[in-house]
């Protein structure tokens, strides 16, 4: 008997800031440019043809590149050609949106949908659907209320952040979010309708992220030492509290005599530079006033192909944001074996096991995890059991493939949900639309 396969789609993924070629070493790269990269290699190879659509950020930048099987990255000229912080972009999503339908246009190849990422494109999104009649599930990755609620004066979003969520929330046809937390606010704090919201988390390449030997691991880095080591990896940015495990390491020492040490992995060059990065001057000084400079190492930027072996390095990761929306680098030291502990917050409260694949601990609470840091490093059967489930809960709940494999179903429930009600045709063919625009 033939088993049914669906149809091949053709998607528009729309995101503005974040271009799956940053991750090559471009500016303000993170967890929305591994998702839209990620999910969209592994839609193209599920058999789906996905057009990414972001802002050209760069002036050597071609109009398309064809990035992966079945993928293509649109870089359109919208702005300056070159890097903009993405609180920047909203004056000029009419702009994007303008410059969508142009492609879209020229192109000839009508998408079957659109999946928006971020509120921005999430705005560009509906405006397309009122023009196409083209269905959209949009994803946010952070919610502005949530962002405004815990990071008050320091939040730069556009004072319209808010207000186009709660529009796009009302007008897409489904929603994304990664984990329960994110659902939560979607129906809570903007009244999502619960029926069109679907939880499908982030996830990790568990090839990619795959334990190695502590020693080889530490070989492999260049860290001559065999002494207990905490790492962390990630953005080094205030929300982040890298700060916290610095206060931690130092009760840690003063508890417990444990030669332990820090690894700190991030920042915007390769080399740690204060004055590229001021967060790691911030932590400089934290670590020299509370008597724990030398045992804080800091290495810098360094690409996804390299952080295997410093999450293997470590005998445990730690990460304790006290704003975290969903948070992939408790996924990837997981992949690699390796017990974390995280603060309980946002999407980490679902994807690290309290007791099982690691700890839970308070934000801003370095008593709490100098305590489970302690419980971690001074018995080995407990990390080892711990890193043993965390990989195990990795290949299970959350690679890329079956991320990609939930996404494309939902599109299809979604195309075949409109098919049965009988949607209407859209009022214009691409053409039509982009000369319209074109005279407006």
């Given at each position: 008997?033939?088993?049914?396969?669906?149809?091949?789609?053709?998607?528009?993924?729309?995101s503005?800031?974040?271009?799956?070629?940053?991750?090559?070493?471009?500016?303000?790269?993170?967890?929305?440019?591994?998702?839209?990269?990620?999910?969209?290699?592994?839609?193209?190879?599920?058999?789906?043809?996905?057009?990414?659509?972001?802002?050209r950020?760069?002036?050597?930048?071609?109009?398309?590149?064809?990035?992966?099987?079945g993928?293509?990255?649109?870089?359109?000229?919208?702005?300056p050609?070159?890097?903009?912080?993405?609180?920047?972009?909203w004056?000029?999503?009419?702009?994007?949106?303008?410059?969508?339908?142009?492609?879209?246009?020229?192109?000839?190849?009508?998408?079957?949908?659109?999946?928006?990422?971020?509120?921005?494109?999430?705005?560009?999104?509906?405006?397309?659907?009122?023009?196409?009649?083209?269905?959209?599930?949009?994803?946010?990755?952070?919610?502005?209320?949530?962002?405004?609620?815990?990071?008050?004066?320091?939040?730069?979003?556009?004072?319209?952040?808010?207000?186009?969520?709660?529009?796009?929330?009302?007008?897409?046809?489904?929603?994304?979010?990664?984990?329960?937390?994110?659902?939560?606010?979607?129906?809570?704090?903007?009244?999502?309708?619960?029926?069109?919201?679907?939880?499908?988390?982030?996830?990790?390449?568990?090839?990619?992220?795959?334990?190695?030997?502590?020693?080889?691991?530490?070989?492999?880095?260049?860290?001559?030492?065999?002494?207990?080591?905490?790492?962390?990896?990630?953005?080094?940015?205030?929300?982040?509290?890298?700060?916290n495990?610095?206060?931690?390491?130092?009760?840690?020492?003063?508890?417990?005599?444990?030669?332990?040490?820090?690894?700190?992995?991030?920042?915007?060059?390769?080399e740690?530079?204060?004055?590229?990065?001021?967060?790691?001057?911030?932590?400089?000084?934290?670590?020299?006033?509370?008597?724990?400079?030398?045992?804080?190492?800091?290495?810098?930027?360094?690409?996804?192909?390299?952080?295997?072996?410093?999450?293997?390095?470590?005998?445990?990761?730690?990460?304790?944001?006290?704003?975290?929306?969903?948070?992939?680098t408790?996924?990837?030291?997981?992949?690699?074996?390796?017990?974390?502990?995280g603060?309980?917050?946002?999407?980490?409260t679902?994807?690290?096991?309290?007791?099982?694949?690691?700890?839970?601990?308070?934000?801003?609470?370095?008593?709490?995890?100098?305590?489970?840091?302690?419980?971690?490093?001074?018995?080995?059967?407990?990390?080892?059991?711990?890193g043993?489930?965390?990989?195990?809960?990795?290949a299970?709940?959350?690679t890329?493939?079956?991320?990609?494999?939930?996404?494309?179903?939902?599109?299809?429930?979604?195309?075949?949900?409109?098919?049965?009600?009988?949607?209407?045709a859209?009022?214009?063919?691409?053409?039509?639309?982009?000369e319209?625009?074109?005279?407006?």
């Amino acid at each position: 008997m033939a088993t049914h396969r669906p149809r091949p789609l053709r998607i528009a993924f729309l995101s503005e800031h974040a271009s799956p070629t940053a991750l090559l070493g471009g500016q303000d790269a993170g967890g929305q440019n591994v998702y839209v990269d990620e999910v969209s290699r592994a839609l193209g190879r599920l058999g789906h043809a996905v057009d990414v659509f972001t802002r050209r950020d760069r002036a050597d930048l071609p109009e398309t590149i064809d990035w992966a099987p079945g993928v293509r990255v649109v870089n359109l000229p919208v702005g300056p050609p070159g890097f903009l912080p993405k609180d920047a972009l909203w004056p000029l999503m009419p702009v994007f949106r303008d410059a969508v339908l142009g492609f879209l246009a020229r192109d000839g190849a009508r998408p079957d949908l659109i999946h928006g990422n971020f509120w921005m494109s999430g705005w560009v999104a509906v405006e397309l659907r009122r023009r196409l009649g083209l269905p959209v599930v949009q994803i946010f990755h952070a919610m502005g209320l949530t962002k405004r609620r815990h990071q008050g004066a320091a939040d730069t979003s556009p004072a319209a952040r808010v207000r186009v969520e709660r529009d796009v929330t009302r007008a897409v046809d489904r929603l994304i979010a990664q984990c329960p937390a994110e659902r939560a606010e979607l129906v809570e704090d903007y009244g999502a309708d619960p029926a069109r919201v679907a939880i499908i988390p982030s996830g990790v390449d568990p090839t990619l992220f795959a334990p190695l030997d502590r020693a080889e691991a530490r070989r492999r880095i260049g860290l001559d030492t065999a002494d207990p080591l905490v790492v962390y990896v990630g953005r080094l940015l205030p929300r982040k509290d890298v700060r916290n495990l610095v206060r931690a390491l130092a009760l840690l020492v003063r508890q417990t005599h444990l030669p332990v040490r820090l690894l700190v992995v991030g920042g915007e060059t390769v080399e740690p530079d204060p004055r590229a990065t001021p967060e790691i001057g911030a932590l400089q000084c934290l670590a020299a006033e509370l008597g724990v400079a030398d045992r804080v190492i800091f290495t810098g930027k360094r690409q996804p192909r390299e952080l295997a072996a410093y999450y293997s390095a470590g005998d445990v990761v730690a990460t304790t944001p006290w704003y975290e929306p969903f948070g992939l680098t408790p996924l990837e030291a997981m992949a690699c074996g390796r017990p974390v502990i995280g603060s309980a917050v946002g999407g980490i409260t679902f994807t690290v096991r309290h007791g099982e694949t690691g700890f839970l601990v308070p934000p801003r609470a370095p008593e709490a995890l100098a305590r489970r840091l302690a419980q971690v490093l001074t018995d080995p059967a407990l990390a080892a059991r711990l890193g043993r489930a965390a990989r195990s809960r990795v290949a299970r709940d959350f690679t890329w493939e079956r991320v990609g494999t939930r996404t494309a179903a939902l599109y299809a429930a979604l195309l075949a949900e409109r098919a049965r009600g009988g949607e209407p045709a859209p009022r214009a063919t691409l053409a039509r639309v982009a000369e319209r625009t074109g005279r407006a």
